[in-house]
């Protein structure tokens, strides 16, 4: 766990549903208003495939590419970019209903905004988009820059991923501590060996930038947006640095801009300590959903105890240690119905069972049954490390791990060792701005009570520091809001499709 960057590692949980229907035949020249930077686009119906399995009969999706410098201050340079877009249309989209492309990022950093986009073109009925707004938005999923498609960060190798997870995500010893501090300086060193000054570029504001093209590559003249999670602090510095493109931005998960790299890792502990403390609610509630009712925490914290000492081993022949475990039940907290697949997979736990814990640890790792991973945490490394301003020392890391066990006892030690891979890092830094966004729209800013990721009290910060935020409040679990209910559905679309905000401190009912 010790190479991870916990903190913003957040809006990368994607609805685990299979969609059934046919598969979509490629589509010959789909009618679309032109670019204004004459962006090519060509029928792409794998990539549905390949990310859930099918295309959606109902949709046609295209692909393009868009060419950004790397490094906006140069943008004369020759060093580039390529950054992936997927465009989503509704077959029923009528040219005369149709008012723009709807821009979407998922968070992390590092998450995927072609497949967030490919998940929710499946309709509201499996968890995606309402055709409110799909009828009247294409939907424009794109990868930033050193992410998945869009010239990738990949600089930490499996082995090195694997021993991170697997290690023990309090190293309360000095010799284990010292052990997490050698990793982290080895893949700080590993990356900087193969991208070198190149590191600052993947920062938020450098991919802010790249936005803006991505706008004018769809043809729209003003943003329409939808970030989650750390794509809410995209979407901010979006806001600061274009505040005339904006059209409309909806926020969902916020990131405070305004905290220290600090003080983020300590809220987030805060959020996930809460959302945990709800699930042994629940548990204690919900007894004959909950085998490992009535004491979940005692549970969980007994599993913990175990798997340092004794861990199972899991079906691939991985032993489950406290690292994986933790990084199963950091996964499970992203969603309510996460809930009860952590409580079966303590019970398996219990009973020498390991393939539910993993389960969940891999699909939050990104970690393939062949052993692979993905890049996300690759990207979320460079794009937090360049992002933060003033880190500690791994001596203040130290310290901060004690204090935070004592407030924070599950999560307070994990987030403050999570510190370690910025504190290392070799990377040039790039932090984005924190301010007002000047001659913006109102914007819309979604919190959930119950996020562990992104905790509610951020909500009110980020509308604040742009001073055209508007808070909007689901009182639910898990991470981010839209479009889980009605009342939140029905709020975000009227402010996406008609720019009316919803009533001044409207507080959505969890169900």
């Known amino acids: 766990m010790t ?5 913003t590692v957040a809006g ?60 906006w201050a140069t943008p004369a340079s020759a060093e580039t970019y390529d950054i992936a877009l997927l465009r989503i249309r509704s077959k029923k989209q009528k ?32 968890g995606g988009l309402p055709t409110e707004i799909t009828d009247r938005f294409d939907i424009v999923g794109f990868d930033p820059r050193g992410v998945s498609r869009s010239s990738p960060v990949k600089c930490i190798s499996a082995k090195d991923q694997d021993t991170s997870f697997a290690a023990t995500p309090d190293p309360a010893g000095q010799a284990e501590f010292d052990a ?25 504001e450098q991919a802010a930038r790249d936005l803006d093209a991505l706008r004018a590559a769809v043809g729209d003249e003003k943003l329409t947006y939808l970030g989650y999670s750390y794509g809410t602090l995209l979407g901010a510095t979006y806001a600061q640095l274009f505040p005339k493109n904006v059209r409309a931005l909806v926020l969902d998960g916020a990131v405070d801009p305004t905290e220290s790299f600090v003080s983020g890792s300590e809220q987030q502990a805060k959020g996930f300590e809460r959302a945990f403390t709800n699930f042994t609610g629940w548990c204690a509630r919900n007894a004959a959903k909950c085998p490992i009712a009535p004491d979940a925490r005692g549970a969980v914290t007994d599993a913990l105890a175990k798997a340092k000492v004794s861990p199972v081993t899991g079906p691939d022949g991985r032993a489950a240690t406290d690292g994986w475990v933790f990084v199963g039940l950091i996964s499970s907290l992203y969603t309510e119905s996460g809930w009860a697949y952590l409580a079966e997979a303590i019970a398996g736990l219990q009973q020498g069972d390991a393939e539910g814990i993993f389960q ?32 500690p020392t791994a001596e203040e890391v130290r310290r901060l791990q004690g204090e935070w066990r004592a407030k924070y006892p599950l999560f307070g030690a994990a987030l403050a060792v999570g510190m370690l891979p910025c504190v290392f890092w070799a990377g040039q830094r790039d932090p984005y701005p924190a301010g007002k966004a000047v001659g913006s729209p109102d914007l819309l800013v979604v ?22 935020g508007h808070v909007l409040t689901w009182e639910g679990e898990g991470h981010t809001a839209y479009p889980t209910t009605a009342c939140i559905r029905d709020a975000v679309d009227g402010y996406l499709i008609d720019l009316e905000l919803p009533r001044e401190g409207l507080r959505c009912p969890a169900k």
């Open 12 to 71: 990368c949980t994607l609805p685990s549903f299979a969609p059934e229907g046919s598969e979509e035949p490629a589509v010959p020249g789909a009618a679309a208003p032109s670019s204004g930077t004459g962006t090519r686009w060509r029928p792409c119906p794998e990539v549905p495939r390949e990310v859930v399995g099918v295309a959606s009969s109902a949709m046609t999706y295209e692909c393009a590419t868009v060419t950004v410098p790397r490094d």
């Open 447 to 468: 919190g959930t009570t119950g996020d562990p990721a992104t905790p509610y009290e951020n909500t009110a910060d980020l509308a604040n520091m742009l001073g055209v």
């Open 180 to 204: 997490a501090v050698a990793l982290n300086r080895k893949v700080a060193a590993d990356c900087a060996g193969k991208y070198g000054e190149r590191l600052r570029t993947f920062s938020t």
């Open 3 to 7: 190479v991870l960057v916990l903190a």
């Open 95 to 126: 040219a005369a209903d149709r008012i723009g492309s709807l821009l979407i990022n998922p968070g992390g950093p590092g998450g995927s905004g072609i497949d967030i986009a490919v998940y929710l073109s499946f309709g509201q009925a499996q």
């Open 360 to 391: 969940l640890a891999d699909q939050y790792a990104e970690r393939e049954p062949d052993g692979t991973y993905s890049n996300m945490f690759d990207a979320n490394l460079a794009v937090n490390c360049a992002d933060a301003g003033k880190t």
